[in-house]
């Protein structure tokens, strides 16, 4: 199976009912680092399996090289959801999205974290840093990762923009 194929919505299901871990691969940039940070010590908290693919520290970097990995473990299947963090979360978007098998949301409300799973089947959430507090970030969290797909109506849509990668 391709990348795009490893992402496996039976494995999100059976971790959203608490049988087994979630698996959450996280980064950020500069803008992003110190939510990053306290959102890899919630999660662990919470009980997750967390990879943190940096940065260690808030010195200048561009969030592309962070994006990069962080959506390549999602699109290989090494984790089930992905989350980024830079100052609006809109670079980290626009850069997880170039990579087959990501379909990454920039979300700055609980709102819009659930109806991007329900209708979507987002795999991949960008935080901003710099304009949502931690609190709503970790409450973003929580909806993305407990809220399953709709199916129904939305497969057909989701399965249209996965057959729009060339
Ligand atoms: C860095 O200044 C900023 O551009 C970055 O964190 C992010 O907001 C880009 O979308």
Do not use: W
């Not at 304009?131 to 909806?143: A, G, Q």
Request: charged share 25%; proline share 4%; hydrophobic share 40%.
């Amino acid at each position: 199976p391709g990348a795009a194929s490893a992402y496996n919505r039976r494995s999100v299901r059976k971790r959203q009912k608490g049988r087994e871990p979630m698996r959450v691969s996280i980064g950020s940039d500069h803008a992003g680092f110190e939510q990053k940070q306290a959102l890899v010590d919630y999660l662990a908290g919470k009980g997750c399996d967390v990879i943190d693919r940096g940065p260690d520290s808030d010195e200048r970097v561009d969030y592309p090289d962070f994006a990069a990995p962080v959506a390549h473990d999602v699109a290989d299947g090494a984790v089930d959801f992905g989350v980024l963090v830079c100052g609006t979360g809109i670079g980290m978007a626009i850069s997880a999205n170039k990579v087959h098998g990501v379909r990454a949301v920039n979300i700055i409300n609980t709102q819009f974290a659930a109806l991007s799973r329900e209708h979507n089947d987002a795999n991949l959430v960008t935080l901003s840093g710099r304009f949502v507090p931690l609190e709503e970030n970790e409450r973003i969290l929580d909806t993305f990762f407990a809220t399953p797909f709709g199916e129904g109506r939305h497969t057909g849509r989701v399965e249209k923009i996965m057959a729009l990668e060339n």
